[in-house]
């Protein structure tokens, strides 16, 4: 039966059965992703309905600023870039150091989105902007920092995965984390993308 | 006896939290049957453990059951899984109809806040521990097979899935022993079962436990989705699946849909419960209707999760019992992806009186009729199966005829609910009690147990009794007939579901058929332990080592039986639909390949119990506040997890020759049992092996 291989990175032999094992299991990450972006889709939509919810405390306009949040955009789109160029380097390069550094640059910068966006949530906590005041900061603190949590888990998998390419090697098995790891990473610019579009574009222009 | 007992230790553990405790000061019949229940736990889990020392079987459990990634036994310890949450849910069931028919202008022998955890326990575990562990368990075993694939999709996932169902059937066994089960039933709708209204344990440990099954469903339902989308076999284009594929297909993509949602509505009722925020407080800014939204947004296509795995297994039972090839196949493929859209488009009907506008619920109420169409095509298509087919009346096919008919029926009141005007008058009575049993018996547990009693010859290489099985049947149809039918009448009378007390005299006669009803219902039950019991004694007699006891049509049937561990010597090659039961009918289907290759096979993990393990207990830790217990079970998981991507030797290699000394003791037992013509099937003289008669 003819069936469309991933096209992405080749593991071993073009076809071949790594390459059939390597679709399957990127196949069944792209639906978990799918079953992600629900979580985040139903998480938005709870954010819309609870706009209203302010229950006379801090709304949008007292609490979001456009500054640190751009920056945090730039960084995980460089991010984003940075793992690309990780890619790159797994498929063409001679060695680990070039992916090695590639996948060290990447933690880097959502490691410096993840401390910017904490400084945000403290900033927000000093005005008095806890979740507990109102059903609009739950629904705030509900989604944006699920988002975080998700950076975290990323990072987290950049290191163990940085460790398997020193212990272990560039293998098929290596090979195809990092692809979904990659996925992963990707997915969740896609989903910040949403979140400063919605949240705070949207918060700041009401 | 109050106060907290090592709160460092034991977070918010007091010792009046033991049901024996509770019943020692304050000796009532509830308190009593709350202790007994606990009780029964702690003895039955000893017992196992008694028997498993006594029989030196801990280490054949352990690593050729719970440490195994075979689809086969994941599958398999699914379905006993399911069989022990049924009879707890079952007596359960009982107990309420005891308590409703003897407290009428009477207080009953259960307090209001026990018959409330009945409720609430019975419905969670029958929906999220009985009728989903087992379909997951059958769509486990069988799917592979059907496609002829040497396993699912991803192994490892699949242990993982089944060891975080089990951890939530576990957190639903601790809260009979410690602490109480949450009375905001099956549901768990806040405000009620928020902080403010509810501060014990009992919504904690709903949460945990609903939350970490729904994780395993997620990724079982990945799971069975990619095996059928990757793993088919040469040949086994969609239009070529098996029925039960299909419904499977469409079940697990409603579940990787469908679980985000009730995800996240347990996810936030936990902050606001934890941290204090306010997602559906009364206060705030929070808003219950968020819960309702989220909740039935997975309630409702949950529905057709539990639903649609059974008209798969009616769609195989009737044809293979009809002799005949299933009538409408093409309209059966649309229908049941018709109904997993439509699921989708429905959920407003669980809160009509919820106050949106008349449009709205005009819409949803014509949606929810809407889905009547699709499943009406099923009916007829079974229908025309049968006709003019040769029927046999054997146990699966007589499950599929009462569904038939007692399913109508349900589906007519459903069309009555789905009205809104009317759904005012029957929201919150017995009637709605009376419908959604009518569904979920006849469309969920009646074909779980049609598939039960027509797949286990497959998995275990003997049939069950028929005697016993027709006994377990008759009591299941009957049983239902008596608890459910009065309940329509109660409901239309005005009475509300979930009562502990009844102050109308004239509802006793009707309680009365219900209460008896509900013990029919236990004695099936008991005659399915019996039919169990009496077929393991005989099975001597009923061996089916060939594997193709009942003239079988699909992929399955070519194989031994039990399978081997990689189900398929060579992965077969399929040119139509029923490729199995023509093959027959074309000659010989067992002839042995040239040569044999090695097959790789999973090897098996002990971290898939680990996880499972570390879940229960972060669920536990959670539950009674003992921080330091869910941090290590968080942290356990997730180091499980890494640990296992440094795993390199995932796979045990199968040689040829093993496969062939297998293979050729099948083959042997296949030449040397005669074929047996199709009403022999019940009889001794079925050893698996089909006659192929002309059709």
């Known amino acids: 039966m003819s069936r469309s291989v991933h096209v992405g990175l080749t593991l071993g032999e073009e076809g071949g059965p790594h390459h059939q094992q390597a679709e399957s299991d990127l196949f069944g990450f792209w639906v978990f992703l799918m079953s992600d972006a629900l979580v985040f889709a139903l998480m938005f939509a709870t954010y819309g309905a609870m706009l209203v919810g302010t229950a006379g405390g801090p709304g949008p306009r007292d609490l979001f600023e456009l500054k640190p949040t751009l920056i945090e955009t730039a960084l995980l789109l460089a991010s984003s870039f940075t793992w690309g160029m990780a890619s790159i380097s797994l498929k063409y390069g001679d060695g680990k150091p070039g992916l090695l550094a590639w996948m060290g640059t990447t933690l880097l910068l959502g490691m410096c989105f993840l401390f910017m966006e904490a400084n945000d949530f403290a900033t927000m906590f000093a005005k008095g902007a806890f979740p507990a005041r109102s059903g609009f900061l739950s629904a705030f603190f509900g989604l944006v920092p699920l988002h975080g949590l998700h950076v975290l888990a990323g990072c987290i998998w950049i290191l163990v995965m940085a460790v398997q390419v020193i212990l272990i090697g560039t293998d098929d098995r290596t090979k195809t984390n990092l692809l979904r790891l990659g996925l992963f990473w990707h997915f969740l610019d896609v989903i910040w993308i949403a979140v400063f579009s919605v949240v705070f574009l949207g918060g700041l222009t009401r | ?695």
């Open chain 2, 1 to 695: 006896m109050s106060g907290a007992v090592l709160p460092a230790v034991l977070g918010r553990f007091e010792w009046i939290d033991l049901p024996f405790v509770r019943a020692w000061e304050n000796p009532t019949i509830s308190e009593i049957i709350g202790a007994g229940a606990g009780a029964l736990v702690v003895v039955g889990a000893l017992a196992v453990a008694g028997l498993l020392t006594i029989t030196g079987r801990w280490r054949w459990l352990w690593t050729e059951w719970l440490t195994s990634l075979d689809h086969k036994k994941i599958g398999i310890m699914y379905v006993v899984l399911a069989f022990v949450m049924l009879s707890r849910a079952l007596i359960e069931a009982v107990l309420m109809r005891m308590q409703q028919a003897i407290a009428i202008g009477h207080p009953g022998f259960l307090t209001n806040d026990h018959f409330a955890q009945l409720f609430s326990t019975h419905g969670s575990i029958m929906i999220f521990f009985m009728a989903m562990p087992f379909l997951t368990g059958l769509m486990n075993y069988v799917v592979p097979l059907q496609i002829g694939a040497r396993d699912v999709a991803f192994p490892w996932a699949n242990s993982i899935g089944l060891a975080l169902t089990a951890a939530g059937a576990g957190l639903m066994m601790a809260s009979l022993v410690i602490g109480q089960f949450s009375t905001g039933g099956w549901s768990g709708y806040p405000p009620y079962t928020g902080l403010a209204f509810s501060p014990d344990v009992g919504p904690d440990y709903w949460i945990w436990a609903v939350s970490i099954g729904s994780l395993g469903s997620t990724i079982a339902g990945i799971n069975i989705a990619c095996t059928i989308y990757k793993l088919r076999c040469p040949g086994m284009t969609f239009m070529r699946l098996p029925m039960f594929c299909w419904t499977s297909l469409c079940t697990s993509i409603l579940m990787i849909f469908a679980m985000p949602p009730l995800t996240v509505a347990t996810a936030l009722l936990a902050l606001d419960r934890y941290l204090g925020f306010h997602f559906f407080t009364n206060d705030l800014g929070g808003n219950v209707m968020n819960f309702a939204n989220l909740f039935w947004l997975f309630g409702h296509p949950e529905v057709y999760i539990v639903i649609l795995p059974a008209f798969g297994v009616y769609s195989e039972v009737v044809s293979t019992f009809s002799t005949k090839l299933l009538y409408g196949y093409t309209s059966l493929v649309i229908a049941t992806m018709t109904i997993a859209v439509l699921s989708f488009t429905v959920w407003v009907h669980h809160f009509f009186t919820m106050g949106q506008s008349a449009n709205i619920n005009a819409a949803f109420g014509i949606a929810t009729m809407a889905i009547g169409v699709p499943t009406g095509v099923k009916i007829y298509d079974w229908i025309w199966t049968m006709f003019r087919g040769e029927v046999r009346f054997t146990v699966p096919m007589l499950y599929s005829l009462a569904f038939m008919t007692t399913f109508v029926i349900g589906g007519v009141t459903g069309i009555v609910l789905a009205i809104p005007p009317l759904d005012y008058v029957f929201h919150n009575t017995l009637f709605l009690v009376a419908h959604f049993h009518n569904m979920l018996i006849p469309g969920t547990l009646y074909g779980m147990l049609a598939a039960y009693n027509y797949w286990f010859p497959k998995a275990f290489g003997f049939r069950l009794d028929e005697r016993w099985g027709r006994r377990a049947f008759t009591c299941w149809v009957v049983g239902f007939y008596l608890a459910f039918m009065p309940l329509y009448v109660l409901g239309a009378s005005g009475m509300a579901r979930r009562t502990a007390e009844i102050f109308e005299p004239d509802f006793r006669p009707w309680l009365y058929v219900a209460c008896g009803g509900a013990f029919i219902l236990l004695a099936a039950l008991g005659s399915l332990s019996v039919q169990l019991w009496v077929s393991v004694r005989d099975r001597d007699e009923t061996r089916v080592t060939a594997g193709d006891p009942w003239d079988g049509r699909t992929l399955e049937w070519s194989t031994a039986a039990p399978p081997p561990e990689y189900n398929f010597a060579v992965l077969p090659t399929v040119t139509r639909r029923d490729e199995f039961y023509e093959g027959k009918r074309d000659g010989n289907p067992y002839s042995p390949p040239v040569r044999y290759d090695r097959i790789e096979v999973p090897r098996g993990s002990i971290l898939g119990p680990a996880i499972g393990l570390a879940a229960m207990s972060c669920g536990f830790g959670l539950v009674w506040h003992m921080w330091w217990l869910a941090g290590l079970g968080l942290t356990g998981a997730a180091a499980a997890i890494i640990a296992r991507s440094f795993v390199r030797r995932t796979d045990r290699i199968i040689s040829p020759g093993e496969i062939e000394a297998i293979e050729r003791r099948w083959l042997t037992a296949v030449h040397e049992h005669r074929p047996i013509s199709r009403e022999l099937e019940r009889t001794r003289a079925n050893h698996g092996v089909a006659e192929a008669m002309p059709t």
